[in-house]
Nanobody, 125 residues
């Protein structure tokens, strides 16, 4: 079992940047592929980015490629989402998620077992 706690959300103007963090506690951090998902009001939750257990492989939604960067610091049990050139369409609750141990990277939200509580990101125009 792993517990995930996100932070770093807030209100930012269009074109600005935010960095989200997600700290994991519980079992060995390197056992888990980690992902970021988001859910805007009235919309389904969607994939944003994912990173492999050692950080060597990443995957991004087309809508964020070139603007967002996912990374992880295994020594700190933390995964990050650096968000640049933010747009009002990026407004959503952002969730950190982990797959069950030793499974490969995936953009499918149903492939993730553990979820954080979410952090709100609001981008004003």
């Amino acid at each position: 079992q792993v517990q995930l706690v996100e932070s770093g959300g807030g209100l930012v103007q269009a074109g600005g940047s935010l960095r989200l963090s997600c700290v994991a506690s519980g079992r060995t951090f390197t056992m888990y592929v980690l992902g970021w998902f988001r859910q805007a009001p009235g919309k389904e939750r969607e994939f944003v980015a994912a990173i492999s257990r050692r950080g060597g492989d990443t995957n991004y939604a087309d809508s964020v490629k070139g603007r967002f960067t996912i990374s992880r610091d295994n020594a700190k049990n933390t995964v990050y989402l650096q968000m640049n050139s933010l747009k009002p369409d990026d407004t959503a609750v952002y969730y950190c998620a982990a797959r069950a141990p030793y499974l490969p990277i995936s953009p499918n939200e149903h492939a993730y077992t553990y979820w954080g509580q979410g952090t709100q990101v609001t981008v004003s125009s």
